[in-house]
């Protein structure tokens, strides 16, 4: 079976990304960073966002502790 996975925060940088993911895990909810960046800031503007995503059964309780935060 092939999981499901729904974005809960989207970021125009990797660093925001990656302390909500981590913010996250700590709460025992998995997270992965999607998108990519360059290490050249001033091109980052012209990629896709990063987006932080979570497995789809746990999406709500992602939302509820984003919320809080």
């Not at 970021?11 to 990519?36: C, H, K, Q, W, Y």
């Not at 360059?38 to 509820?64: C, G, I, Q, T």
């Amino acid at each position: 079976m092939e999981q499901e996975f729904k974005t809960v925060a989207t970021f125009t940088d990797p660093l925001s990304a990656e302390i909500t993911a981590g913010m996250l895990r700590e709460n025992g909810i998995p997270a992965m960073v999607f998108g990519t960046t360059s290490p050249y800031p001033s091109l980052n503007s012209n990629v896709n966002a990063v987006e932080v995503k979570v497995n789809a059964e746990d999406f709500e309780d992602a939302m509820k502790l984003l919320e809080q935060s």
